[in-house]
């Protein structure tokens, strides 16, 4: 019989809040599965990964911090963070025992949470063969900027709620339409011609994107059959394609 040991971890509170920031947006408020509503919080080698999701989009952030004893629970996403910013500056001490009850410290300040398995979490899917492509986070930043606001917000017309992409001929193409009015962005990047590939992303994922885009750098895009994975500083993005 296996035997769940106690989760023991330090962290600062800017670093936490900041990991925990880049999350909630996707937790669904109105979800019939409550394990939908928490943050997946794994400790392990030095090393916080908090991941959320509602099935169709998953972001998971990571935050350095001194693991004592790895493990994993779920908590309530927006409560914690309400947690997290009414506790003191300074160290936080969390810790989480086998009945997935949360202690949270700070100075002469506690904290009590109660959470749900982390094996009931849903998983991240493994996607298969897929293509990569390398991009400026400035120029992608931007044509998302430009593009997605002309996107459908009508349910019963799915393809229009996303942007189409094209990677054609070393150039990327994003284009978005309600069927009143066309948005058009395009930029120059490389890429072997076996990788050309057209998909459409849903605006809930790209404006997620926008969110967490720094405007320097570079991001890693993931492209297969059935989603993509977008891997910024720190931040892995995956998301279900529209088709």
């Known amino acids: 019989m296996n035997v769940k040991r106690d989760m023991k971890f330090t962290v600062k509170k800017d670093a ?3 990991g925990l920031a880049s999350v909630p947006n996707v ?6 599965l409550a394990i939908l509503s928490n943050v997946l919080i794994e400790a392990s080698n030095g090393l916080l990964r908090l991941t959320t999701t509602d099935l169709d989009l998953r972001v998971c952030r990571s935050v350095q911090a001194p693991v004592e004893q790895s493990g994993e629970i779920t908590l309530p996403a927006r409560h914690l963070l309400s947690i997290v910013h009414a506790l003191p500056e300074g160290d936080l001490s ?3 025992n086998g009945q997935n009850v949360a202690t949270i410290r700070s100075g002469t300040v506690q904290y009590k949470l109660l ?3 982390a094996e009931d979490f849903p998983p991240l899917s493994r996607p298969g063969e897929s293509n990569v492509f390398t991009l400026p986070a400035k120029a ?11 996107a459908s917000e009508d349910d019963s017309r799915c393809a229009l709620k996303g942007a189409f992409f094209s ?6 193409r994003v284009v978005a339409t309600d069927g009143r009015r066309l948005a058009l962005a395009e930029f120059e990047v490389e890429f072997p011609v076996s990788s050309e590939t057209e998909f459409i992303v849903h605006t809930k994922a790209l404006n997620e994107i926008m969110r967490l885009l720094e405007a320097d750098g570079e991001l890693t895009l993931h492209v ?13 993005l995956v998301s279900k394609l529209i088709a």
């Not at 937790?27 to 019939?32: A, G, L, W």
């Not at 297969?224 to 892995?236: H, K």
């Open 224 to 236: 297969c059959e059935s989603q993509i994975a977008v891997e910024l500083e720190g931040v892995l």
């Open 16 to 18: 936490l809040l900041e």
């Open 167 to 172: 990677f054609k001929a070393n150039k990327l």
């Open 27 to 32: 937790v669904s408020s109105q979800t019939t």
């Open 115 to 117: 959470g749900l398995a």
């Open 94 to 96: 969390f810790e989480a």
């Open 140 to 150: 992608f930043k931007e044509a998302l900027q430009r593009t997605c606001y002309a």
